[in-house]
């Protein structure tokens, strides 16, 4: 099989300022989903393009040590701005990616920057997984949520008072149906799912991988800080070795 990776790093960023290239224990947050991609791309035959729409980013790419990484497209304004959806530039960067080297490729994984803790043999469990179910159309990671809308999360009715989101007599959080938090970290698409051209990334087919350690995103500037203290201080629950 052939496939594509995608890393979307657009250069604007209001939460952290200039996330995708910040320092974090001393190497640039991209470069850890750059290293993931090469050392998956010794098991699979696969290509590795980056979309951004920063010059900046690309120059910290190029003068990286990860010769592998296509820098030729470059992400369009209407994809690089607070409201556009990530689907929609992981979809451009894909067809970019075809033309330019004349491939239909069987699959297609975006690696998210900003959620970098994850293996290469996370990911390849994830090829397997969702070329094993034949139905499937595409897989998105996931992490066990900290809580649960069938027990202690609340929505607001239309006549201004608040029950729980989901229905269900559940007296404790075990005994409540599982939930995940989507962390953002990886997606991976077989190429019929662009073919059926979705608009979202979970489908009536998707499944799930849960990432078997510490996984999330960088939202918030104290999200950075505490990841870069359990990097600087070899505190991960997982060998990360990126």
């Known amino acids: 099989m052939k496939g594509l990776i995608t890393i979307c790093a657009r250069g604007g960023s209001k939460g952290i300022p200039g996330k ?7 190497k640039p947050l991209i470069n850890y989903s750059l ?50 959806g990530k689907l929609n530039a992981i979809v451009d960067v894909y067809q970019f990616a075809e033309k330019a080297n004349n491939i239909n490729y069987d699959f297609v994984i ?23 179910n034949n139905e499937a159309l595409n897989l998105f990671s996931v992490s066990p949520a900290n ?61 799930i991988y849960e990432v078997p350690h510490l996984c999330f995103d960088l939202d918030h500037p104290i999200d950075f800080e505490f990841m870069a203290f359990l990097l600087e201080n070899r505190k991960l629950d997982f060998d990360f070795n990126y």
Not at 20 to 26: E, H, R, T, W
């Open 20 to 26: 995708n290239i910040k320092l974090i224990n001393g």
């Open 147 to 207: 809580r649960n809308p069938y027990f202690n999360m609340v929505e607001e009715k239309d006549n201004g008072f608040f029950e729980l989101c989901k229905k269900g007599q559940f007296l404790t959080r075990q005994s409540a149906p599982r939930v995940f938090d989507l962390n953002a970290s990886f997606y991976v698409f077989k190429k019929v799912f662009f073919a059926e051209n979705h608009k979202t990334v979970i489908t009536n087919k998707s499944l």
């Open 35 to 84: 290293a993931v991609a090469e050392e998956l791309s010794k098991k699979y035959d696969l290509d590795i393009f980056l979309s951004t729409d920063s010059q900046e980013i690309k120059d910290v790419v190029k003068a990286s040590t990860f010769s592998q990484v296509n820098t030729e497209y470059l992400r369009p304004d209407f994809l690089a701005n607070d409201t556009a």
């Open 110 to 132: 975006d690696l998210d920057v900003t959620s970098p803790l994850r293996t290469a043999e996370d990911l390849a469990a994830s090829i397997e997984l969702l070329f094993n």
